[in-house]
Structure formats: C-alpha cells, structure tokens
C-alpha cells in the first residue's frame, strides 16, 4: 500500500508537503512502516497489550495516516472501556467514515495477519514515539529556518520562539516511570543512615537560620518555596541572607532579580557579610581607624565571598521561559544548587492571559516546573496582597497572596446536583464535597467540585447591583467575566456587562416534599399569615384558592379549617387539630420548623431549602400556586397600540422575590427584580418577565392557579402572534472588537466582504456602537465558520448590565477554590476564584514593628510556615539588622527569644501600614478611617 495518504501536522502547522518533497527526492524521514503495523496487530489480536503502550504511544507518533487513524479509534474504545477487535474497530471506523481512507477492512485483516507478538510490544512502541521526536526536529528545523527569513521580527523573539520549538519536541519524550518501592526503600534507608552517622545532618541546603533549618530540615530539592511579605518588611534581604548562607557552605546559587540591580545587590551581599552600615558603604563613609575599622571588615568579608559561587541575573522583565533556559544552561556550565527569583509579580509574559490571577498562577507553575527539571530548590518571592492591612492585627496569611477578591459571607453557592442554596461562609468548615456550577470554556455551564473553602479575613465589600435586580457583596478586587476577560469590581463602572447564567440545570433533585406540601407552602408564604402568639389564616378572593388551602391542609395536618367571608375575599382559619399545651405544638408550626422556615411578617419570608432541591416539574408547581396570590398574569393596560402581557409576582421581601427569580432561572425564564417605595410603606419588590419567549415559556411551563389562571391559553396564543424584540438579549458591544475583527483577520476577510456575508449595510464603525443580538450572531456564524461563534451562539451566557456600585464596611469575607476552570457562581452571577497555590512551603514575613509605633517586638521578625506540604507548619523568630539590611537568628543576638504575639486587642491607633510610614512617623489610616474613605468612582467619567 503507498504512502499517497501520508499527513503531518504539528502544532496546527500542516508539514505534509514538507516530508512528501523529501520523499520525492528518496529521502524518507524517520519511519518504520513495518513496526507500525506489526504493532496494531497485536493490538487487535491482545486486547491487554494496549495498557502497556498507550502512556507510550499518541496517534501522531504514527507516520502513516491510515494508521494513525486506526490506533486514535483503538485508543478511543479503550478510554470507554470497549472490546477492541476487528469488528469493533471497522464498525467506528465506519460511524466515523473513515473505512474508506484508511484502507477498508481489508486493511484491518491484513494486520492481523503479520502474525504479530505482544513480547516486544513497548519497545515497538517506543521505537515509534522515537522516529516521531526525530520527524518533530526535522519539521522545528524547518520552522526555524522560516522565522530566520523573517527579517523584520525582533531577534529575542525568533530565538525564543525557536527555544521553545525545541523545548516542546523535550517535553513529548517520555523519560521517567514508575519507581519499584523497594529501590525507594533502599534508597531512603541509605539517606536515612547517613544523617544518622552524620549527627542530624540537615536533609536539605541550609537557610543560615537554625530555627528554620530545624523546622524545614533546609531548603529540599525540587521544592518551590515562596517568600511573601508586604513592601517593606524586608522579604529581599531575608533571601540573600539564604543565597549568602547557602552560598559560603559551599553551594551553587542563581540570583534572578526583576527589582534590584546586580550593584544593589552585591552591596547589600557585603554589608551583611562584613556588618557594616550599608549607607556607608554606598556613600563611602566608611571608617579607617582601629583594629576592626569599616575597611578590615570589608576586606574579610569580600576574601569570603570571593570563594562563593553566586551567579546573578538583574536583567528587567524576564519570562518564566527565559529564566527557566538561563537556569538550564547555567545548570549545565557550572551546576546549581538554589534559585532565588525577585520577585514573582515583576516576572514578564509572552502570552495574553486574561487577568492577573491567571498570570500569576501560570508563572507560579513554570517556577516550580524549574524546580522539578533542575531538582534544585527554587525560592521565588512574592509580595501579598493589600487585605494583610485591612486585617486587625496586620497578620498575613496563606490567603493573601491570591489576588482574586473575596464575597461576603451570606452570599449564596448553589449546589449543582442538588439545587441546595449555601451561604458561602457554612463551606468554610463543611467536611461534605460539593459540587458548584461553573462557567466552562466553550460558553457552557457546566458542574465542577470544590476543594477548598476558606475565610480571608476582614475586608471592605461593596455591593454590586445588576439591571436584573440581582446583587452581590465582594471586595474591591474581586473578578467578574467581561466579553474582555476577569476584571476586578473596582475596574467596573455603570454600564459595564458582565456575565451570568442563562439557566441553571441540577443532576439529582431530593424531591423532599409532597405535592400537597408544595401547594400549602406556595399559598401560605403568599397570603398566609403564620406568626406567633397569633392564629394561623390564610386571605384569598379567589374561592379556587381558599379549596385547595384547605383541603391541603385537611390531607397534610387532619385541620378543619374555617372559613369567613369578608366584603369580596375569604379568611380560612387554620386551627390545631388538637389542644396547644406546652408540649403540644400547632402541626403547621412543626411543618415550618422542619423545613427550616421562621414564622415572620411578610417582609422577612423566605424560601425554605427544600424548595430550591425540587425538579423543574414541582418547581413549575410551587410557582404556579405562588402567583395565585400575589402574582399578576394580564395585559399591560397602558399599552394602547398593541396589547403586551404583564407577568410579575410582588413582595416586601427582598429574599423571597430573589428566590422567586432564582427558581425562574432554574427553568430557563430570564426575569428581572425592579424597586418601588411608596410614601411610608416598606419597599415593594416585583419579578417581572419579560419577552415573548420568556412569557411563552413561563405560561407554557407554569401558568397560574385559579381565576388568575384562566387567561393562560389565551395569552400563550397572543405570545406567538408577537415578534420578539431582539435587543432585549444582547452580546456587548466590544465582542465585535475583541472576538469578532481577530477571526476576520486571522480569515483574510475585508469589512466589505464581510458586510455581504451577514446581510448588514451598516459601516464597520456603526456596528462597534451597537450590541450583537442572538441572530446576528446566528449569521455571523454561519458566515465564518468559527468554532468560537457556534460556542457563542450555543451559550448559556446572559449579559447583565451593572447599574450600581456602592461601598459597605469591612467584615469577613470568603472564598473558594474550584480546580481547573476557576470560577463558580454565588447569587447567581459568574465569578471568579481563588487558586491553590502550587508551592512546596509558603513563608510569610511579619513584623509588628511596622504597623505599631511603640512595641516590644522592635526590629523582631516573625517568619511563618504556612504551608510545608512534606513537613510541619509553624513560625520562628529572626532579628533585623536595619544598618546592614540582614536578618540575623536571635541566639546570636541580646533580645529575647520571647517573641510576643500579636495582641488583637492592638492599639489601632498606631496602625501603620509599611508603605505608608515616612521619616516623620506619620500613620497610615485606621480600620476606622478606611471606612471613611472617598467611595471608588465607578462612573464613565
């Protein structure tokens, strides 16, 4: 069979007329037609061989198109656990209509007739993956040549677009795989022996610092070790005293610093050696008289640090990429023992990430990839967040250093099997494992679990208000998903949209409640009346409404209810079946406590739990029976020229219209909340549905009980009579910046062209000022044919406008962590989360010195483990030298080793955030003051 068939690509790259030219001059590219075969044979033929070759093997290892296709189908079955045989390989081949191409079953048959053994089948494999890495350098090469062409890209840019050509071709060979525990036993007994014959030797580099070489067992290869601290505090120093220690026992050590030049750092290296005042020595006022003048001690400490191999890098705004070759070849020239980086947030990126938590924690990613490939320990230090001042005391915490924000408290996480509404704070020590809904990357909505939940300490929240009605409570710095990406609350303005759910689906509802229960609730949370100290009534003009409470609760409760007709309504008195004595309590009173419910004045009800976990069917039901009482289905009557409908449902509170519209939600009906006060009355709050889509789908799913129901059929014929306004459902105006013009020109389309394709005469600049309705986007994707739109047009996204942000106090706030796709929704808004750190030990500095003008801890730093993923967790003590900018272990010193803890009863008067201290000792603002702050301007202006 000929290789007429043969594609390659690499990397979205097409290479097929690369090799085919190559063959035309007889010069096969690395191959082995044979083996390929011979292999997928056996793999037929042995349905276990291929458990021993498919972490080996991709489908672009094979050279032959036919067979690649064939191994991607054996691949596919094994992933969901299907026979592989003949039959099961030609029938997939055939759904996918790839029979023909790959040669017909006759070419299956004749694998399976090579008569192969599943003996040698990894070395088979192997050989494969090998002749691919070699076609993968020819096609780099090839690549490489082509940027070399290309005179008018910057140098930098083609060699590290060529470093990283190579560097993935590295990445794809396999080179490790499992360890036998018994080598790993042996091993760990000979490590373990020798710190034994060594009296206790350290396991890792030493720090310099015993208490912390104690607690550590030093710095451990391939650990990441991040050192955080606020500005000021002295993070810079307390690393070169490690590089400088670690330095003068011997070992390597790599400086990248971003902030500080080499000059800088060398001087600081000095005065720290030889404790002399760093002002002398970058003024030159240095001593020259006595046995240990400035000179003396200088020339000692440079004789040692002449013998130290420290290697520094000052060079401003390195990439995790250009470090990570630096290091490598540095590695390579001279060897390494530390990596120290200065400092994380000043590293630079080649890519276009979409905020800074994603930036930082894809940088924070390549530095502990560099501690993996090197096996050294890498020290990266990063500065914290400013919530460790809006903290009493000043403390700093793991937290801190994500920069994602935080929400208050009560904000609401709906559990995406359940349905089950959760306050973010009860998470925070929940032992269960949730599952939240979770914004994916195709525009879906989709479900992910939560693994971690967490407090952050006190913050200033603000509350985010939506043209829905919907709010939130989050921290200035806290993300929410634009059409531009994650931006930070304080980055929104008026006007602003920004993403959230269309609808809400849920995996597995409880169905807790009866349908009778259902029915009673939706009545009684409407018109009811179930206080304390009062009887229990429910008020009704609808004679259908008074039946059917009553006879629920004859069926639920075994109560005759009594029924008083009014001037043009009804009271049904719910009176206890049985005597109320202390130990006997009204069965309805028992009913509300069970659901979780208080019995309260209208303007504090809510919606208890079990509501929220019920199917969309008894969802449908509950809210069928809720807008029979304080519901409206009508036409608009001032509408004159065409008769609309006018769907809503009103309450006094707040927290039950929200719920109302987060059931609405649930089942796919777009609502809104609108506020209306009227003289000294309390503040009316209406869920009102808008559009003909949504007003057919809520009169088709739901309806209404009763006499208010009647007009239903009629209405759901006058709603498909409607055209549907198509500005109601907008994507943003800056999509046609941000999404649209890149595939245009990634497409070779001109505005013109592209005007015809979506039927529009309007300019390109015209179409900027206006928002993309859901059938434009329809057209524009059919015109471009880009995976980006369909997902677009399929997306379960609704752009909420904001209308309001206002500032609130400071109190607690939390966050949580959901993996991989790092955002979840809470009262129904998409946000984004806070991400596990990818550290091996977390060190933060704190001094109390720095915040308070008169303390017992002067100059005493306080270095706290606050993750050490192999080892205990924990703090100790240093001294800070300020004359020579060092830390020093305080055995060596005259202060106490008694570090007293930060009191929480601080005098906040003295409060005094680093950056804010000046040589007139001057205070920064007190917690009291931040409240008192100038609210954000988060006008267009």
């Not at 849920?506 to 206080?531: R, T």
């Not at 704190?846 to 205990?872: M, P, Q």
Request: glycine share 4%; net charge neutral; aromatic share 8%.
């Amino acid at each position: 069979m000929s290789n007429q068939n043969y594609k390659y690509k690499k990397d979205n790259t097409d290479y097929t007329n690369l090799f085919k030219s190559l063959e035309a001059e007889g010069k096969l590219p690395p191959q082995n037609i044979e083996l390929e075969e011979t292999l997928l044979g056996t793999l037929i033929l042995d349905k276990n061989t291929i458990t021993r070759v498919a972490d080996i093997l991709l489908d672009e290892d094979f050279y032959r198109y036919e067979n690649r296709k064939i191994y991607s189908v054996i691949i596919e079955l094994f992933e969901k656990g299907k026979p592989i045989d003949v039959m099961t390989i030609t029938n997939r081949l055939k759904e996918k209509d790839l029979l023909p191409e790959i040669g017909g079953a006759s070419y299956l048959a004749s694998l399976v007739n090579k008569t192969p053994s599943s003996y040698n089948c990894e070395e088979y494999a192997n050989i494969i993956h090998r002749k691919r890495i070699l076609r993968d350098l020819i096609a780099a090469s090839y690549e490489i040549g082509r940027l070399g062409l290309n005179e008018d890209d910057d140098v930098d840019t083609v060699l590290d677009q060529a470093e990283q050509l190579i560097f993935k071709i590295a990445k794809k060979k396999i080179e490790k795989n499992f360890v036998d525990i018994k080598s790993g036993l042996v091993e760990a007994f000979e490590r373990i022996d020798n710190l034994q014959k060594n009296g206790g030797r350290l396991r890792g580099i030493t720090t310099g610092f015993s208490q912390l070489d104690n607690l550590l067992s030093g710095l451990q290869k391939s650990d990441m070790i991040v050192v955080g601290a606020r500005p000021s505090i002295g993070k810079s120093s307390f690393a070169l005293d490690i590089a400088r220690h670690t330095a003068l026992n011997g070992n390597k050590v790599a400086i990248f610093s971003l902030e500080m030049s080499a000059d800088q750092l060398v001087d600081r290296f000095i005065a720290a050696e030889a404790n002399v005042n760093l002002w002398k020595i970058r003024t030159g006022f240095l001593s020259s008289q006595g046995e240990f003048n400035d000179y003396t001690l200088l020339h000692d400490a440079l004789a040692r640090l002449s013998e130290t191999k420290i290697f520094i890098d000052d060079t401003p705004g390195l990439t995790a990429l250009q470090i990570r070759t630096k290091a490598r070849r540095l590695m390579a020239e001279h060897g390494l023992d530390l990596i120290i980086i200065d400092y994380l947030q000043l590293i630079g990126t080649t890519s276009n990430y979409i905020n800074s938590v994603q930036q930082y924690t894809e940088i924070s990613k390549a530095m502990k990839i560099i501690a993996r490939e090197l096996n050294v320990p890498v020290i990266a230090l990063s500065q914290l967040s400013r919530s460790v001042e809006q903290r009493i005391p000043p403390v700093p915490k793991l937290s801190d250093l994500r920069e994602t924000g935080c929400l208050a408290g009560d904000s609401l996480i709906m559990k995406s099997d359940t349905g089950e509404l959760i306050p973010i704070k009860d998470l925070v020590n929940s032992k269960e494992k949730i599952s939240v809904n979770s914004l994916d990357h195709d525009w879906s909505i989709t479900s992910k679990q939560v693994s971690k939940a967490f407090s952050s300490g006190k913050k200033m929240i603000y509350e985010l208000k939506l043209r829905s009605g919907n709010k939130i409570k989050a921290s200035a710095n806290h993300p929410f998903w634009k059409v531009s990406g994650w931006t930070r609350l304080d980055e929104l303005k008026t006007g602003d949209f920004i993403a959230t759910p269309r609808e809400l689906k849920i995996s597995n509802p409880k169905n807790e409640m009866k349908k009778e229960e259902i029915i009673l609730l939706a009545h009684l949370l409407g018109d009811g009346c179930i206080l304390p100290n009062q009887p229990y009534h429910y008020i009704s003009a609808d004679p259908k409404n008074i039946e059917i409470v009553s006879k629920t609760a004859k069926k639920l409760f075994g109560i005759k209810a009594r029924i008083i007709k009014q001037k043009n309504w009804w009271h049904v008195y719910l009176t206890s079946p049985n005597h109320l004595t202390h130990n006997t309590v009204h069965p309805i009173t028992t009913w509300f406590n069970n659901l979780n419910i208080e019995r309260v004045d209208s303007y504090d009800k809510k919606l208890p739990s079990k509501v929220f976990s019920l199917d969309d069917k008894n969802i449908a039901l509950f809210l069928k029976h809720l807008w029979a009482t304080d519901g409206n289905i009508s036409y608009k009557k001032s509408v004159k020229t065409h008769r609309e409908p006018a769907i809503f449902y009103s309450s006094t509170s707040y927290d039950l219209a929200w719920g109302v519209k987060h059931l609405l939600l649930r089942l796919g009906i777009k609502s809104t909340i609108t506020e209306k006060k009227k003289g000294n009355y309390r503040i009316c709050y209406t869920v009102t549905i808008y559009g003909s889509e949504n007003h057919l789908k809520f009169l088709k799913q739901i309806g209404c009980f009763g006499k208010r129901g009647e007009i239903v059929a009629e209405l759901i014929k006058h709603c498909k009579t409607i055209v549907a306004n198509p500005n109601t459902d907008l994507w943003p105006k800056e999509t046609w910046k941000l999404m649209i013009e890149p595939i245009l020109i990634s497409k070779n389309i001109e505005w013109k062209e592209f005007k015809k394709l979506i039927n529009t005469r309007k300019s390109k600049e015209g179409l900027f000022k206006i928002g993309i309705s859901k059938a434009m986007i329809t057209k524009i994707a059919q015109a471009l044919k880009s995976p980006l739109i369909d997902n677009m047009v399929n997306s379960n996204i609704y752009w909420d406008q904001v209308v309001s942000i206002k500032k609130l106090k400071v109190e607690e706030v939390f966050d949580i962590t959901v993996p991989k796709l790092h955002n979840f929704i809470a009262n129904d808004i998409i946000l984004e989360n806070s991400i596990e750190q990818d550290a091996d030990v977390v060190m933060l500095l704190y001094r109390e010195d720095k915040y308070r003008k008169t303390t017992e801890n002067a100059n005493v730093a306080e270095v706290i483990i606050a993750k050490h993923r192999n080892g205990a967790t924990g703090s100790v003590k240093l001294y800070f030298e300020n004359n020579c900018a060092s830390f020093r272990n305080l055995e060596t010193t005259n202060i106490s080793n008694d570090f007293n803890p930060p009191d929480e009863n601080l005098d906040y008067n003295s409060f005094v955030p680093p950056e804010n201290q000046s040589t007139d000792n001057e205070y920064g603002p007190t917690p009291e003051e931040l409240e008192k702050e100038e609210d954000i301007d988060f006008s267009d202006n």
